[in-house]
């Protein structure tokens, strides 16, 4: 059974991959240093999987961490998704940012190197393509100066994985640019965990909806969109965890330095005020919304064109806005 290490295993991403990776097959083995996720996470993954999963806590920059765990597990492939990941915090801490996010990638692509493990998926985000000129957008459209200093790690680090590749190194990687994740596993045990105020706009919505904040604001209701509310390509976790496996599985049939990109998203966009009237009658909950005064630096629409994923990763996704919409409420009330 192979053996595939995941860095961030037990945050929101990683937490449902490991679910994935298991029923496909795959033995998952977590590091994570629990500073943006809670270890009952591992508890619950017992539950959903049966299977006790194997946990390292720590950095996944720790170098003699990274050698214990593969003296103990011969892995052969890396997810990897730790990192920072609260834009906002990127514009006041962006050493922060820069430091994880930059320094846990080079640490794991050192260790590869070192012990000959050929394949990484890499989290990337659609924060790459900032605000695109055409939409959809292609995997072909360029990308865009960042607008924070996390999105501009998620370049930074793409940027290094196509010059690694390109030296021969003999690793094969696949850089997923997620869109909008949202939703949780169907049995509620695991879900998006925000650690204080949520900087995503679900869980802003479920914590509103839960009475735990008081009014979720709408930030602009002029753009030039269907109501004037900015848009998003949301997509379940679920389905976002299979593009992890799918991508895996197609990394095992490629040749060495192989490296591509694909856009993980529905291909639809939803307004934010599509995603709320969706919320609400889905789950016959209200939320207390206000429109509020644009936010500056915020993409007014984007979506992806997921033609490239479906054809060569012959992936799609399974679930809908309701389903997801559904999902994370039946999560945020078990919380
Ligand atoms: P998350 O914060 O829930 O998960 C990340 C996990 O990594 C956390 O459990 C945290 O404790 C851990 N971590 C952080 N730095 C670490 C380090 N140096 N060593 C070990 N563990 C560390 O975030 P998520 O939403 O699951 O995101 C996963 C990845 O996907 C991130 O790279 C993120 O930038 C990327 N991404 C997320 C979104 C989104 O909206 N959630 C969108 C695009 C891309």
């Not at 801490?93 to 050192?110: C, G, W």
């Not at 934010?272 to 969706?278: A, D, G, K």
């Amino acid at each position: 059974m192979k053996k595939i290490l995941i860095t961030g295993g037990a945050g929101y991403i990683g937490s449902h991959t490991a679910v994935e990776l298991v029923k496909a097959g795959f033995e998952p083995i977590i590091i994570d240093d629990l500073s943006n996720s809670d270890i009952q996470v591992l508890d619950r993954l017992e539950e959903i999987t049966g299977k006790k999963l194997a946990f390292y806590k720590g950095d996944c920059s720790d170098r003699s961490l990274l050698d214990q765990i593969y003296a103990e597990h011969q892995i052969t492939g890396i997810i990897h998704f730790a990192a920072f990941k609260a834009v906002g915090e990127s514009t006041s801490l962006p050493l922060k940012y820069y430091q994880n996010n930059l320094m846990s990638l080079l640490a794991i692509l050192d260790f590869m190197k070192s012990k000959d493990i050929k394949d990484l998926v890499f989290s990337s985000s659609c924060t790459v393509y900032g605000q695109p000129a055409q939409l959809p957008v292609t995997e072909e459209t360029p990308r865009q100066d960042a607008e924070s200093p996390y999105g501009n790690t998620k370049k930074i680090c793409e940027d290094i994985l196509v010059d690694l590749v390109k030296s021969k190194a003999g690793i094969r990687v696949i850089s997923l640019r997620y869109f909008n994740p949202i939703g949780a596993h169907p049995t509620a045990k695991i879900g998006e965990l925000p650690i204080g105020t949520p900087a995503n706009l679900v869980p802003f919505v479920t914590q509103t909806a839960a009475g735990i904040r008081e009014k979720l604001t709408v930030f602009g209701d002029d753009y030039d969109t269907v109501d004037g509310s900015c848009v998003r390509d949301f997509i379940h976790v679920m389905d976002l965890a299979d593009a992890h496996v799918k991508a895996l599985s197609f990394l095992g049939k490629q040749t060495d330095d192989f490296y591509d990109v694909f856009n993980v998203g529905t291909g639809n966009g939803n307004t934010v005020l599509e995603v709320l009237r969706t919320f609400e009658k889905v789950n016959d909950v209200k939320v207390n919304f206000e429109i509020g005064q644009r936010r500056q630096g915020d993409v007014v629409k984007i979506w992806a064109d997921t033609k490239k994923i479906n054809s060569v990763l012959n992936w799609y996704p399974n679930y809908s806005l309701e389903d997801s919409l559904r999902d994370s409420w039946n999560w945020q009330k078990t919380l």
